[in-house]
């Protein structure tokens, strides 16, 4: 090994050839930097491209809905952290919107060219922002989406009221008072208690004041039937999720109506978990019932009536039908794509020229075989003297996999699909990444009795802690592999293997430039400050749950939560790619999780985000590493 670090290759190869071809001048820049400029170029037109010119052709009409904030101002008011009523009422209208469109079935809702925005403006005013494909169905979704929207403010103001009036019959029924004989509605109100048909936020307590239909307004009227509708919606759709819960569990999907039914009453007789959900839909359907007699009540006895255009405490102003699309900038944005393109290839030129990349790289490539030899030699004192030898790569992810199985699956069970697959895919990375950054902040440290007598590239030895921890990572896959074989034949009874684990090496590549940055960065500063080898320990742990490996990211949520983890956590995005091409996409139990392929944006993202890393790792161990012998 010492003739090979005193006596780098120094013939003319192929390769040195290429590199001086590369190293030649062509005006201004090197070769090999108008090719990186040209690359950054392409690479940023080649993500901008796609979204701008495939961008739909959309229309915007805007109706408004105004509701006297004296009557329903509450509805501004907090019901939960973060939570006001006005959020309710805009959840529901749009969840009601996307169930109307699912029963014409018209799958377009919520689509970014067929959706519905609901604006917030002064307290009172809320603008509906229709967007469709032409300018009546914009219209239309405007009009729906505002028309909605009234219907659930006085939704929400009428559930105050049905709050008293179930509080009036509680008060009446523990003080054992029956309701009137002429009074049919406050029968249907002492049902509506029995069954919990009308869950509310805040508990129904009793309520000592009379409160009965008679002396209602018709605007409370209208408040209470529009109040009962919402929960009707509710209640459906709960019935329709059970169903589809039920036809999973029996089997029983597309069968008649009766024979549907037994199909499920001989289920339940056997199966415990369809037992249980068969009784409570058949409650759910008994509280459906007596909110659809409430309703049916107030508009043929009350004479409740919706106008949502009608001029009173809460109506639309109808949306115009909109005169041409919007603006698509279509120039404008491709230029500022390859603006941005240019600028990060002028950076990496600028980087260049500070830390002579190309040269070092040719350096790197004469000592080739020492990295090879180095790196052989980790994985032999790694098992030299074990029994099993190579077999440990294969059985310690496989029990720590077990563990993880049998907390999440048994003593926290979290219904995720074929969840040992979903855990292997996402471990076996992670233990490549913390391996590789625990061995790369110790690897100058470790060998500093080499550094100091003989010569070499100083980051042949991060560089041979990322590809030690990279083998390794390699000759466990067969186990991650046997895993999925052994999951789905047991599950699904076939293989379900995907052509999209031919992504694999490419995330793998990204994976090791990022591991290869922090392996540099942080193998330097363990140099001169040795507290960062006994505080990486401590990071990795919290890197660990930070990092969506027992868990999917979408549990965090797709807010700011979400977007903080993938930006600042570039780990978060590469394990999220290892599952999408491997495992798919997170379902629970009952459904297949469907294999993909990374958007290319996010690949690019995490490839920028990598070469950064890389670059300002290079960088500082470039500046420092000149100052190794005498601080070790």
């Not at 037992?275 to 009540?297: C, F, K, M, P, S």
């Not at 990092?547 to 979408?554: D, E, R």
Request: hydrophobic fraction near 50%.
């Amino acid at each position: 090994m010492a003739n090979t670090i005193k006596q780098p290759l120094k013939q003319t190869t192929g390769w040195r050839a290429i590199g001086n071809a590369l190293a030649s001048r062509r005006g201004a820049l090197l070769l090999y930097q108008w090719l990186w400029l040209i690359l950054c170029i392409a690479g940023a037109l080649s993500v901008a491209l796609p979204p701008i010119l495939t961008r739909p052709i959309i229309y915007y009409a805007q109706a408004e809905v105004r509701f006297d904030t004296g009557r329903y101002g509450p509805i501004y008011q907090p019901v939960a952290p973060n939570l006001t009523g006005m959020d309710i009422a805009i959840a529901d209208a749009t969840e009601a919107l996307r169930l109307n469109a699912l029963a014409r079935a018209d799958v377009r809702f919520g689509l970014p060219d067929f959706r519905v925005e609901f604006l917030l403006q002064t307290p009172g005013e809320v603008v509906v922002r229709g967007i469709a494909g032409n300018p009546v169905e914009a219209k239309a979704l405007a009009d729906a989406g505002a028309a909605e929207l009234v219907r659930q403010i006085r939704a929400a103001g009428g559930r105050e009221i049905l709050r008293n009036m179930l509080g009036w019959q509680l008060w009446q029924a523990l003080n054992g008072e029956p309701p009137a004989a002429d009074d049919r509605f406050a029968g249907l109100l002492r049902e509506i208690l029995r069954l919990e048909a009308l869950p509310l936020s805040r508990p129904i307590e009793p309520f000592s004041t009379p409160r009965a239909l008679t002396g209602l307004s018709g605007e409370e009227i209208s408040d209470v039937t529009r109040a009962l509708e919402s929960r009707y919606d509710l209640w459906r759709f709960a019935i329709n999720t059970r169903n589809a819960t039920l036809d999973a569990l029996c089997g029983s999907a597309g069968l008649a109506t009766a024979a549907r039914e037994e199909a499920l009453g001989a289920c339940a007789a056997t199966n415990p978990a369809a037992a249980g959900e068969l009784a409570a839909r058949d409650r759910t359907i008994a509280q459906l019932r007596v909110i659809e007699a409430a309703i049916n009540y107030m508009i043929r006895e009350a004479g409740a009536r919706f106008n949502a255009d009608q001029v009173s405490a809460a109506y639309r102003i109808p949306a115009a039908l909109p005169a041409a699309p919007e603006p698509r900038y279509e120039l404008p944005l491709i230029a500022l794509a390859a603006l941005v393109g240019a600028t990060l290839g002028l950076g990496g030129i600028a980087f260049d020229r500070s830390a002579n990349v190309l040269p070092k790289l040719q350096e790197l490539w004469q000592y080739r075989e020492l990295i090879r030899n180095l790196v052989l030699r980790d994985l032999r004192a790694r098992y030299k003297g074990s029994t099993l030898g190579y077999l440990w790569t294969q059985i310690a992810p496989l029990g720590m996999m077990m563990v993880y199985v049998i907390v999440f699956s048994f003593l926290l069970p979290n219904g995720i699909a074929m969840f040992p697959v979903f855990v292997i895919v996402g471990l076996l990375p992670w233990n490549y990444t913390a391996e590789a950054v625990l061995n790369g902040t110790r690897s100058i440290i470790d060998n500093a009795a080499l550094v100091k007598k003989v010569y070499f590239p100083r980051e042949v030895l991060p560089l041979v802690a990322v590809g030690s921890s990279l083998l390794n990572f390699i000759l466990s896959l067969p186990m991650m592999v046997l895993v999925i074989v052994v999951v789905q034949l047991t599950t699904l009874g076939r293989l379900n293997l995907s052509w999209t684990i031919a992504y694999l090496p490419v995330i793998m590549v990204l994976q090791t430039i990022f591991l290869a940055g922090l392996a540099l960065l942080l193998g330097a500063g363990a140099v001169f400050f040795r507290d960062v080898v006994h505080l990486i320990g401590i990071v990795i742990n919290i890197w660990f749950f930070l990092t969506p490996i027992i868990y999917p990211l979408s549990t965090i949520s797709e807010g700011l939560a979400a977007r903080i983890i993938r930006w600042l956590n570039p780990l978060a995005s590469i394990i999220e790619f290892y599952r999408e091409i491997i495992y798919g996409n997170t379902v629970p139990v009952g459904l297949i999780p469907t294999p993909g392929v990374p958007a290319l944006s996010a690949m690019l993202r995490v490839g920028v985000t990598s070469l950064v890393v890389l670059a300002i790792g290079y960088w500082v161990f470039q500046r420092v590493s000149c100052h190794f012998g005498e601080e070790l």
